[in-house]
């Protein structure tokens, strides 16, 4: 019972702090999206893009020329897709369309917005996380990108 009685004197002894609601959203910072879901996501959305370079650069330089490999397999089927009607547009939207979206998810992921009061004073705060799996996803879907891009101008340029 005394230390029932104790510990009800200490609890009547707390200060409370205060709380101004008028001071209390100061600080609003959110995330545009999920850091770890992004970066999931974004492993699915270069795997298809990645294993195709994989598959194109050993079909170049393995000098495995046998017809039932994976490389040749998968050289082929992309090469007839792009000379297959109305599905010709998947060649660039695998190697283009997914590997920028993969861009966009992770760097939304990783920027943080947030707005500051001080008084009359406004700020407006853009900050960046350093969250390693979004940032190699960024940079591995930016190479792709890059060499697709790469890819395209050598191919359609004409020596005559």
């Keep these: 019972m005394k230390e029932k009685d104790e510990f009800l004197k200490k609890m009547e002894n ?8 008028q001071e209390h959203p100061q600080l609003v910072k959110m995330a545009i ?13 270069i795997v298809v893009p990645c294993y195709f370079l994989f598959c194109v650069f050993m079909y170049y330089f393995s000098h495995i020329r ?21 599905i010709d547009f998947l060649g660039p939207i695998i190697m283009v369309v997914l590997p920028i979206v993969c861009i966009i998810i992770n760097a939304l992921a990783i920027t943080h917005v947030g707005l ?4 009359k004073v406004r700020q407006f705060n853009i900050t960046i996380k350093v969250r390693i799996w979004n940032i190699v996803l960024i ?7 890059g060499i697709f891009i790469a890819y395209v101008m050598t191919e359609n340029i004409s020596v005559g």
Excluded at 14 to 21: A, G, I, M, Q, R
Excluded at 66 to 86: C, H, I, P
Excluded at 116 to 119: C, D, F, I, T, V
């Design 14 to 21: 707390l200060k409370v702090p205060e709380v101004n609601p």
């Design 33 to 45: 999206m999920n850091a770890g879901r992004s970066a999931a996501l974004g492993v699915w959305l």
């Design 66 to 86: 046998v017809g039932t490999s994976w490389f040749a397999a998968m050289f082929t089927l992309m090469s007839s897709l792009d000379k297959t009607r109305y």
């Design 116 to 119: 500051q009061k001080e008084g």
């Design 139 to 145: 940079l591995l879907s930016l190479v792709i990108v």
